[in-house]
């Protein structure tokens, strides 16, 4: 549009700026570009807005451009012929002897239904979604891809009637107005539900810049991203985000159906059981002379450790979440802690025994299983304390592969701190043991079985050793690591 400063009043004969060529305020149609890349055309539409009511330079945007001299884009605002949009101005000034004088303002209208079709005509076919909304409370909407319109028309006499018109057929009299719609409005299909799932989301996590993932109602999953549209020197502050469909990792979880889930259930029974029936046989041999003479209790204890771990082979199936992630952390490592510890004691009442050549010491059943106490509690405290202060929790991995985005879900720690303690604490007591057990190696047999807990000592550390180098230096998914630790 173009209107140039003059002194006529509304209604009045308009000229172009050559002050020749008169405005024909009875013709309407779209503007045509000409001249661009050597074309030349002698048909290019001259005309106005179709009523005489119209004059550009009484409008908002012509009025705050003359006021401020400076190129900008204006409000959002509904136009006279009832669509909404927003309009960029620019002066336009006339070299005079007197320097540069303002002449009238140059104006491109974007019509927000004309950014619907655009996104529309390129995503529509697409499982994509995009959506453009106002930044700031109560986020109005700009444009969607799935085709719901920014605005809704209603009868002014009638609000709770919607205009039977096409926008601005009626506005000359007055019967329509129009309302816009905000991102919370935005309803009908499977798409419009992503966006607004999506908007809810980005806008709780502070629009954060990495990804984040929301569902459709059949449960797909969709990778989605915010950025903020602000041009310089504007009050515009937009928000866009795109929605694309995404896989999600099937690693990192073992649930019914999954190749992995039937072994893993069939190793934590075999587990349990052979666990138990070595617990009940030695349990009857108890006053047998060879078993009385190993200290069955503790030996016991220790089966029925082994047993409650191969039990904490059905916390590792299922999905990640808070709950199951704590249990995990807790099972395991509190069992292993509960298996070890009478065993370890064990050892260290024997060499305690052994090596008092010239002082007689004694340490009773019931003192020994003191001491297992306070490697239990010690194991409990750090459960707890990490429980509170840094626990797993299900964390969210996004990893791209030739433009596929998977989401993988795992149970993970803010920090590593969790693993080096548990380490420290458990390489502790295992090459304690072991030590302890190698003094012994010459021990009679018939003094507690020496090189019984020496076997069993450097198999723990053993197979400690050879998985965490697996875990750590081969490649093995959630899933596959799992399943190791159900074996180990």
Not at 64 to 70: I, S, Y
Not at 72 to 80: G, P
Not at 379 to 384: A, E, P, S
Request: proline share 3%; charged share 20%; glycine share 8%.
């Amino acid at each position: 549009a173009l209107a140039v400063d003059g002194s006529g009043t509304t209604g009045s004969t308009c000229m172009y700026q050559d002050g020749t060529t008169i405005v024909n305020r009875t013709l309407e149609g779209d503007y045509a570009f000409c001249g661009g890349s050597g074309q030349v055309c002698n048909d290019t539409f001259t005309g106005s807005f179709y009523t005489l009511e119209y004059d550009g330079r009484y409008r908002p945007w012509y009025i705050d451009c003359k006021t401020r001299q400076k190129a900008h884009w204006s409000d959002i605002y509904v136009y006279e012929t009832g669509y909404i949009g927003i309009t960029h101005v620019h002066p336009i000034y006339m070299s005079s002897e007197r320097g540069q004088i303002f002449d009238g303002v140059l104006a491109v209208d974007y019509r927000f239904d004309d950014f619907e079709n655009f996104l529309v005509d390129n995503y529509q076919a697409s499982d994509t979604v995009v959506a453009i909304y106002e930044d700031e409370e109560p986020h109005y909407l700009i444009a969607v891809s799935t085709g719901t319109p920014a605005s809704t028309e209603y009868l002014a006499s009638d609000p709770s009637q919607l205009c039977p018109s096409a926008s601005g057929a009626q506005y000359g009299s007055n019967e329509c107005v129009t309302e816009r719609l905000r991102i919370r409005d935005v309803r009908g299909s499977w798409r419009d539900d992503v966006v607004l799932e999506a908007f809810y989301k980005h806008k709780a996590a502070g629009y954060p810049e990495e990804l984040l993932f929301v569902r459709s109602e059949s449960e797909e999953i969709f990778s989605s991203q915010s950025a903020l549209f602000q041009p310089a020197e504007s009050n515009l502050r937009w928000r866009i985000i795109i929605a694309s469909p995404a896989a999600e990792g099937t690693t990192d979880t073992i649930l019914p159906g999954d190749s992995l889930f039937g072994p893993m259930i069939l190793l934590g029974v075999v587990g349990v059981i052979v666990c138990g029936f070595f617990l009940v046989y030695f349990y009857s041999k108890r006053k047998v002379r060879a078993v009385a003479f190993a200290d069955w209790k503790f030996t016991c204890l220790f089966i029925a450790g082994c047993g409650l771990m191969n039990f904490g082979t059905f916390t590792l199936l299922g999905e990640n979440t808070n709950v199951t992630c704590l249990l995990r952390m807790w099972s395991f490592n509190l069992f292993f802690v509960v298996a070890v510890s009478p065993l370890f004691v064990k050892v260290w009442r024997m060499y305690r025994l052994t090596s008092s050549s010239f002082k007689r010491t004694t340490i009773t059943n019931k003192q020994a299983a003191f001491y297992t106490l306070p490697l239990i509690v010690a194991q409990v405290g750090i459960l707890l304390l990490f429980t509170f202060i840094d626990p797993p929790k299900p964390t969210e991995i996004i990893e791209s592969d030739e433009g596929t985005i998977t989401r993988r879900l795992v149970c993970q720690s803010d920090s590593n701190a969790f693993f080096v303690v548990e380490t420290i604490l458990k390489a502790g007591l295992v090459v304690a043991g072991c030590v302890l057990a190698y003094l012994q190696r010459n021990m009679e047999d018939q003094f507690g079985e020496p090189k019984q807990m020496l076997i069993a000592m450097y198999n723990i550390a053993l197979v400690g050793t050879i998985l965490s180098i697996v875990v750590h230096v081969a490649d093995i998914d959630q899933s596959g690591m799992k399943m190791l630790q159900a074996i180990g």
